[in-house]
């Protein structure tokens, strides 16, 4: 039985443990391929950012901020938005779990979920899923990195696993019934592709709502 407010307290006591560590470690992770895919494929260049599970605000937030971008930052670790204070100062940040945040429809031009969204229950993804479309203006994208059984090594998935140390809660359906999920909440794909980043393969996923 999935009890998300255990699934929560686990991660922000995962993250603020390792946040520090994470942080050092972040630039073994490259994302210069992602975020100039990500980037290339916008339909609009230039508004608001919402990134959900910001982290840091490396190198998401910090690389949109400096092409003048306005990024709101939401987190529910309050040691890993300690750090995004003084990276990116300009990153308006919320504490608290994307679950439980709302914002006006049609606010951002775009969103990212970068190694956060798979951290939610499958109801909970399915729930923030449709509200980014609420969220997203129309013409925006939203980019999220998504587990598979490439990470996972089972086609479905909803369990605790270990990541750097520590154990955390991951979640996720088949490609297919993403798919399907993304174009039923009204989404058009742009781009299934398959990273291998830091020797961790995950599905990153681009989406448009028309
Ligand atoms: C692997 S880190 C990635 C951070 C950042 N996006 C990056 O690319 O460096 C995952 C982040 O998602 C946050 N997170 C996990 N579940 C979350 C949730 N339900 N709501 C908000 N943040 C969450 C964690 O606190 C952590 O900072």
Redesign the pocket.
């Known amino acids: 039985m999935i009890n998300n407010k255990e699934i ?1 307290n686990s ?1 922000v006591k995962a ?1 603020n443990h390792m946040a520090a560590t ?1 942080d050092k470690n ?1 630039d073994a992770f490259d994302m210069t391929g992602v975020l100039n895919d990500f980037y290339e494929s916008l339909e609009i260049k230039k508004g608001s950012l919402l ?6 605000g ?1 190198p ?1 937030a910090d690389w949109f901020i400096k092409k003048g971008w306005q990024v709101t930052g ?4 309050d040691k ?1 938005l300690n750090l995004a204070k003084d990276y990116v100062p300009q990153m308006k940040r919320i504490c608290a ?3 439980e945040v709302d914002f006006e429809d049609n606010s951002f031009e775009a969103i990212t979920a ?3 969204l798979f ?2 229950s499958p109801d909970d993804q399915k729930n923030i899923l449709k509200k980014f479309f609420k969220w997203l203006k129309g013409k925006g994208s939203l980019l999220f990195t998504y587990a598979t059984k490439e990470y996972t090594h089972h086609d479905t998935f909803s369990g605790y696993t270990e990541f750097m140390g520590e154990k955390l809660y991951y979640s996720h359906r088949t490609p297919d019934e993403l798919e399907n999920e993304l174009t039923d909440i009204g989404f058009v794909i742009e781009s299934f592709k398959y990273r291998d980043i830091g020797n961790e393969t995950f599905l990153w996923v681009t989406v448009l709502k028309r």
């Open positions: 929560n991660l993250y994470y972040r990134d959900a599970g910001c982290g840091a490396e998401f939401v987190d529910l670790s890993m779990p994307m679950q970068i190694y956060s951290h939610l």
